[in-house]
């Protein structure tokens, strides 16, 4: 391929990629065909000879975009989604064409000192000790696998077992406490890290999905040799944060590691205003956060953060191939701190993000998204059959449905599931299900920095809409 191929084809691209940016915010936000038509737009043989690169992606385009949840657009209230802030999204596209390796100083000086810059910005920003080490991970269930791998390392160093020279085999049983409401990644890196469900006991939650610390202080009672307990700060369904000053008072009386799952939560800190929900983080040893989420920066992107860079570079770290010698400067090596050796330099999306927002950008962003989501809950709670389940301290809210003359019991359930199957057919907005306590409900998530007060509003009358049809 000529360079003025090549030139004319990102020329094309960025045509195609702007196209879909501004349709996002309008088209149906659910995805409105089904996987067998998806299938047949988009399986074929693999052709014996070469296709032409801008007929390949003019084609990829119009098979795959029927396909695409239109999540970077500002209705998208499902799972917990960001968008794209555009500095974020172009610093992506220069990170594919720069194609750096993030493993090596020596592969990317560049991409090596954003990653050290950003580590700083990030433990600054959520008040955690300036000494800690980051990895930059894809998702926050690599965070916990990354923290957590950590944790089981120093828990049995301190129980007189070399992990890297023994192994698991033989090791002095480990125990993992648990909040009830703990998030299912955590189960998976603990099971991808040799800790069996026998290993695991979970600990009582409160209304909201807190970690009960009184619950936490009774199971620590019964539980002697290595510990590991992990806290979460926002919960994926009600936003709650566990008590982390109590938690980690308990969990390093009884000489454990404290690792936290903070995915979004972390960032209340970032805001005056909410930064009391996280007291006490930063007592803990290692936290997961991550940045496809409410930072904004496209996927993927999380951040593996532990107190004590010993333990970190000792879980993780590239200790093997003898060509790989540190450099004499302390010059950053970024596989010594996550699972991955080569990989996508991630730093260079997080670093334009947090500098076109600065501090005030990032506290407004976190701020306005919780603000939008206390406007969606009042007028919902506001109107008839509809009850908000959860008290709305972050960005997350639950909301469940009384169909009219029902016993708003099993009825709602149902009734319940129906209103987000029409609120997901109508494709104004997207909203998801879950269930809480019990109960059948919807999970309103706000993350996207384009939401506006319109977008909220047009989504409540959607929501209200599908509840009175
Ligand atoms: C989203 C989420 C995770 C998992 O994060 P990924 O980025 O999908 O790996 C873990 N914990 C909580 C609380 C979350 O919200």
Same mark, same amino acid.
């Given at each position: 391929m000529s360079s003025t191929d090549t030139e004319a084809l990102l020329r094309e691209t960025l045509d195609h990629a702007l196209a879909y940016l501004?349709? &996002?915010a309008e088209r149906p936000v659910g995805v409105p065909?089904?996987?067998?038509? @998806?299938?047949a737009r988009l399986a074929m043989p693999l052709s014996e000879h070469p296709m032409d690169a801008q007929n390949v992606v003019a084609d990829l385009v119009s098979r795959a975009t029927p396909g695409l949840v239109s999540s970077v657009g500002p209705r998208y209230f499902g799972f917990v989604v960001g968008g794209s802030l555009p500095a974020a999204l172009a610093a992506e596209w220069l990170t594919a064409a720069w194609d750096q390796n993030a493993a090596l100083y020596k592969l990317s000086p560049a991409a090596m000192v954003v990653e050290e810059v950003v580590s700083g910005w990030l433990t600054e920003i959520f008040g955690l000790p300036s000494t800690a080490s980051v990895g930059f991970v894809s998702g926050c269930q690599m965070a916990s696998f990354t923290g957590l791998c950590a944790a089981r390392g120093e828990v049995l160093r301190r129980a007189g077992w070399d992990l890297e020279e023994r192994g698991l085999a033989g090791a002095p049983p480990l125990t993992v406490v648990l909040g009830e409401e703990a998030h299912a990644t955590i189960y998976t890196a603990l099971r991808m890290l040799g800790i069996g469900r026998r290993q695991i006991v979970t600990v009582a939650a409160d209304a909201q999905g807190r970690m009960r610390a009184d619950a936490l202080a009774k199971a620590l009672g019964g539980v002697s040799g290595p510990l590991v307990v992990c806290a979460q700060l926002g919960n994926v369904n009600t936003g709650a944060f566990d008590p982390c000053e109590d938690i980690a008072e308990l969990t390093h009386e009884h000489g454990?590691? @404290?690792h936290v799952d903070g995915a979004f939560g972390l960032w209340a800190a970032?805001?005056?205003? @909410?930064?009391?929900?996280?007291?006490?983080?930063a007592r803990a040893d290692s936290w997961a956060v991550d940045g496809h989420k409410w930072l904004n920066v496209p996927y993927d992107s999380a951040y593996a953060i532990v107190a004590d860079p010993r333990a970190h570079r000792a879980a993780v770290a590239n200790t093997a191939a003898a060509y790989l010698v540190p450099g004499d400067r302390g010059e950053r090596d970024a596989q010594d701190w996550v699972p991955e050796s080569s990989r996508r330099a991630r730093g260079f999306a997080v670093y334009a993000a947090l500098r076109a927002l600065g501090r005030s950008g990032l506290a407004e962003l976190v701020?306005?998204?919780?603000? @939008?989501?206390r406007r969606m809950a009042e007028r919902l709670a506001g109107a008839p059959g509809v009850a908000v389940l959860n008290e709305v301290v972050l960005n997350q809210v639950l909301v469940r449905f009384a169909p009219r003359g029902g016993d708003g019991g099993g009825d709602a359930d149902a009734f319940t599931r129906e209103v987000i199957a029409r609120v997901q057919r109508d494709g104004t907005c997207w909203v998801g299900p879950t269930v809480w306590k019990g109960q059948a409900a919807m999970r309103i998530s706000v993350a996207n920095w384009?939401?506006?007060?319109?977008?909220?509003?047009? &989504?409540?009358d959607a929501i209200l809409r599908a509840a009175r049809s």
């Open positions: 501004r349709s &996002s065909c089904d996987v067998e038509s @998806l299938r454990g590691w @404290l970032a805001s005056p205003a @909410l930064r009391h929900l996280v007291r006490g983080a701020e306005r998204t919780c603000g @939008l989501a384009s939401t506006s007060e319109a977008d909220a509003d047009r &989504s409540v």
